[in-house]
């Protein structure tokens, strides 16, 4: 009795409905599914409207086409939904008066992509409106996965949509089918596009609009004036409107807009997602380029402070053709009124913006301004660029540092044995690997006061290591614009340090790496070397040596030493053989000179320790290191390396700490 009366009720709702020229269509209950006439589907199951075919309620029609999947009213676990798939399609419809307006209930907000063939359609929360005047009014799909629909309110009117109130087309006008064209013709001619565009972004008035050419090529082009459509982004609008050609300022753009129709369809991000120019800061600011009305993203470039007209600076270090260095910089002005950050001189600044041209000159409207959260340092070394700036988002060890002749340089280690190595992820290759530890030199050299604070420092802050880098291919250094901070109040890890027997190990240390290396002190055609015997010599290290650790050795020479040091390369790396590690080089002359110059920090000699470390290795050796190259066989005051030898002799556990 209660099915009954409740089906009754909504049998006279919608007579009532009629009378008030509203319809409801109610997919969220059985009741109202079987009012529309359509089968009620079983748990799990779906009835296709496609193949229901059309159904009539209260004199609206509604149909549908399918999509990826088919168009259907699902049932999931009692819940009922109608569900339209990306590209898939509802139209609702009436063959006297007009459909006037239009409210759609979502089930679910989290995929609730729909544009209408006609009409102005919006959506706030759960809950799309459609506003117009039509007899006919599609609503598609275009977003993820499935929209889901739990009623749909449709308002009519006895009145039909009457004539097209649109201007016609005078079918005489020039006829354009490619924005590349657009440039070549004369200021003021009026031309009707026979292409399809999508929008890159629009704001106000403007409306910059991409259109891909037959070799997959991106044209960019800027409509300025009044179309009547707001649009998402991606939205792809139908070819058929039309403009006059202008130019302002230099600026070619597109004037007087009209006929501009609802969206086909919305692209997938992909399609309007910003250029990534970084690095090609001067590229895209050479007007030749004709880079303007395209949306770029930059990272890693510097803001010089901004004025009450929103006028600022992009600037970043980059190199020519020839790999010669040069500061690249653009004008920046904020035409869309954004909220900018407080500019720090010192800090590095991710830009997404329009380009534009003005006088001549190109420009960039900001969209957004980020700080740079950095940068990991595996990532600079393998794939950064000389001349860039970066901030190193890692927490970074100090290890060393030394003042000599070719500057003041602090070493830091990421100290990290394993990355999700991601350089290669659209190709399917993005996994966690083993890892080395990587290093790098922190230039100070010309700021005594910068390089006196970070050689007291045992760690430093993520974030706050920022500068320019040069030599990534044989000693990699940043060449710093700020002091970092120092991260306190965190445990010490253990430091990896790789050990180098010349008697047994080929050399193969990064560039600025910190380490140890063991040998023979010898001299050769009157220069000093670290050599891996004296009768038969196969492998030797080049010195850079403090004075004062030439003549302690030289005063032994013959004598076998171990040595705190920092491995320089003298030549970029690469593979000599098929069964060579990376980063190592052999030149072929008679001494199997190996590329390698060492400047030592510290002597270290063997004392007689004889314990089990937590590894089960037996411990031959412990000394205990300043960053300035004081060794003893008890902690120092202050900061401390541990340099622990272990009678596999392959590698050295360092451990920073301090007393």
């Known amino acids: 009795m209660k099915r009954f009366f409740s089906i009754f009720l909504m049998a006279l709702g919608a007579f009532c409905v009629l009378q008030a020229a509203v319809v409801t269509f109610d997919f969220s209950t ?16 779906g009835t296709n409207l496609t193949q229901a075919g059309p159904v009539t309620v209260g004199g609206v029609t509604l149909s549908a086409t399918d999509g990826s999947t088919a168009t259907r009213i699902w049932n999931s676990q009692g819940s009922y939904t ?30 609730f992509d729909l544009i209408a063939s006609v009409g102005d359609y919006t959506v706030d929360g759960s809950v799309g409106t459609w506003t117009g005047s039509a007899a006919s009014v599609t609503l598609t799909h275009v977003g993820s996965k499935n929209a889901q629909v739990a009623t749909l309110v449709v308002s009519t009117s006895a009145e039909g949509p009457g004539d097209d109130p649109e201007d016609p087309i005078d079918p005489a006008i020039e006829k354009l089918d490619s924005l590349h064209h657009l440039a070549a013709l004369p200021d003021g001619t009026a031309f009707q596009f026979t292409s399809d565009v999508y929008v890159n972004y629009q704001w106000q008035n403007y409306l910059w609009v991409m259109q891909l050419d037959s070799e997959g090529n991106a044209l960019a082009g800027l409509i300025y004036g009044d179309t009547g459509k707001e649009y998402r982004l991606g939205s792809v609008i139908p070819a058929g409107w039309t403009g006059k050609k202008s130019t302002y300022k230099g600026l070619v753009e597109i004037t007087e807009p009209d006929h501009f129709h609802n969206a086909k369809n919305i692209l997938a991000e992909d399609y309007y997602s910003p ?6 800061l001067a590229h895209i600011a050479d007007p030749q380029e004709g ?15 901004i004025d009450d007209r929103g006028n600022f600076t992009i600037s970043s270090n980059e190199t020519d053709n020839q790999g010669n260095a040069l500061q690249a910089v653009m004008a920046g002005y904020n035409k869309f009124g954004i909220d900018y950050p407080e500019v720090d001189p010192t800090e590095i600044y991710g830009i997404e913006g329009m380009v534009t041209i003005y006088n001549g000159a190109m420009q960039l409207y900001p969209i957004s301004i980020t700080s740079d959260p950095g940068t990991r340092l595996w990532r600079v070394l393998y794939a950064g660029e000389d001349g860039a700036q970066y901030k190193l988002n890692d927490t970074l060890y100090v290890a060393a540092a030394v003042d000599c002749e070719k500057g003041r340089f602090v070493y830091v280690t990421d100290n990290v044995d394993q990355v999700y190595y991601d350089l290669y992820a659209e190709w399917g290759y993005a996994e966690w690997m083993a890892w080395y530890p990587d290093w790098i030199a922190l230039d100070c050299t ?14 430093l802050a993520p974030g706050t290591v920022k500068g320019t880098l040069a030599d990534r291919l044989t000693n990699p250094r940043l060449v710093l614009n700020s002091t970092p901070d120092e991260l306190h109040d965190v445990q010490l890890p253990t430091l990896t340090l790789f050990s180098y027997d010349l008697s047994v190990d080929y050399v193969a240390a990064m560039g600025n790496e910190v380490g140890r290396a063991d040998g023979y002190f010898c001299y050769r055609d009157g220069r000093p070397y670290l050599c891996s015997a004296l009768d038969t010599v196969t492998v030797k290290l080049d010195f850079d040596l403090a004075p004062a650790l030439e003549a302690e050795m030289a005063a032994h020479e013959g004598s076998g030493y171990g040595l705190l040091c920092v491995f ?11 069964n060579a590690p990376m980063r190592r080089i052999h030149a072929t002359d008679a001494q ?8 030592p920090l510290a002597i270290i000699e063997n004392s007689a320790v004889d314990e089990i470390d937590a590894d089960g290795q037996q411990v031959i050796d412990v000394k205990y290191v300043t960053p300035g190259g004081v060794v003893s066989n008890l902690p120092h005051d202050g900061i401390n390396i541990i340099v622990t030898t272990r009678s596999d002799g392959s590698r050295n556990a360092v451990k920073r700490l301090g007393k």
């Open 30 to 45: 059985a009741e109202g599914i079987t009012a529309m006439g359509y089968a009620v589907p079983a748990q799990s199951s």
């Open 568 to 578: 320089t390369l003298d030549e970029a790396w690469e593979e000599n053989s098929s």
């Open 275 to 280: 250029f990534d120019v970084t690095g090609y």
């Open 82 to 111: 109608l569900r339209i798939y990306v590209d898939g399609s509802i139209t609702l419809s009436v063959t006297e008066g007009s459909i006037t307006g239009m409210t759609v209930n979502a089930a679910n907000t989290s995929n």
């Open 291 to 305: 880079w303007e009305n395209y949306k770029v993203y930059l990272d890693g470039v510097s803001l010089s402070a």
């Open 446 to 459: 010309g700021n005594e006061v910068a390089f006196d604070a970070l050689a007291g420092m045992q760690v």
């Open 592 to 599: 199997y000179y190996t590329n390698y110059t060492i400047h």
